[in-house]
């Protein structure tokens, strides 16, 4: 049973940072895509951050591009999301994500997805 499990979220002021972390089990992530995506409340589910997990190549939405670097460990089967200079606007539930997508930000190609983990940022 493939199970990709988020955590790290919490609640911090701006210009904060944050570290999730996505473990797979059941699921490498291999010659995959793996991603993180972002809710917030009354808002569609955006893709912010993908990584091409057998070489590491890495796409980023550019709401988030240079604050937020996706990053993988081999070892661990984990990916992770490094987030600073946090704002406000960055509120919501993160959920990571796992597939062989035509568009790594298309949700719909991704197969597995994590129940996910809220992230709050106060002014």
């Known amino acids: 049973q493939v199970q990709l499990q988020e955590s790290g979220g919490g609640s911090v002021q701006a210009g904060g940072s944050l570290r999730l972390s996505c473990v797979a089990s059941?699921?490498?992530?291999?010659?995959?895509?793996a991603a993180w995506f972002r809710q917030a409340p009354g808002q569609e589910r955006e893709g912010i951050a993908a990584i091409y997990y057998g070489r590491g190549v890495t796409f980023y939405h550019d709401s988030v591009k240079g604050r937020f670097t996706i990053s993988q460990d081999d070892a661990k089967n984990t990916v992770y999301l490094e987030m600073s200079s946090l704002k406000p606007g960055d509120t919501a539930m993160y959920y990571c994500?796992?597939?062989?997508?035509?568009?790594?930000?298309?949700?719909?190609?991704?197969?597995?997805w994590g129940q996910g983990t809220q992230v709050t940022v106060s002014s």
């Open positions: 059941g699921y490498t992530f291999g010659g995959r895509y």
């Open positions: 994500a796992a597939g062989r997508p035509a568009n790594v930000f298309d949700r719909s190609g991704y197969t597995y």
